[in-house]
């Protein structure tokens, strides 16, 4: 059975080059994976004072991630990091301290920026926060794309090098989620 990939977009503009780039993923590989994409801009900025009871927009993120095989985060670079949306949604699956939904479950990192290192430093800031949580991340191949002139105007992905890597990374992420799922924690 496919795989059930929950999938955060970091880019929430409306001609956010990162969605465009999901919008890729989905056309060639749709068929592979079930993704469970997540509107993380929706949840609120996290606070303290809601972790013990948090509104259950909160609740329904940590069920969803609870059910997921694998995390795939798709991120844009800003000021050489990722971006805030991002943050929230680990920071609200990680607590209360002790109950992270984000435990074990395997992830992957790409992402595309109009800049020369294509995501580097906002990959590896991201990688940083994922390894304290404890996501065991695909580490080959790597994805920093230079995206400025990948997409014609209709927001469709046209530079076919480009589709070739990413085919042989969702090939390899496939694998990695089989190696590293655990059904224990989908309850
Ligand atoms: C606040 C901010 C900071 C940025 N910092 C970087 C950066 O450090 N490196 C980079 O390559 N691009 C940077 N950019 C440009 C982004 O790569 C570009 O806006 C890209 O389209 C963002 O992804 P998105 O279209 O998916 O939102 C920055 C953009 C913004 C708005």
Redesign the pocket.
Known sequence: MAARILVM?????K???????YGAIQNAHGKDFTFEDYDIKSLPFFSQDLEADPPSIVTDFRKLIRSSEGVLIIT??????F?AVIKNALDWGSRPYGQSVWNHKPAGVIG????????F??QHHLRQVLAYLNMPTLGQPEMYI?AGKSFDPKGKLVDTPLQDHLAQYMKTFGQWVSQHRQPSTNA
């Open positions: 977009v970091g880019g929430i503009s001609n956010s080059l990162n969605e465009k780039l844009p670079e800003y000021n050489r990091s971006p595309a920026s109009v800049g020369a290192i294509g995501t430093g906002a230079n």
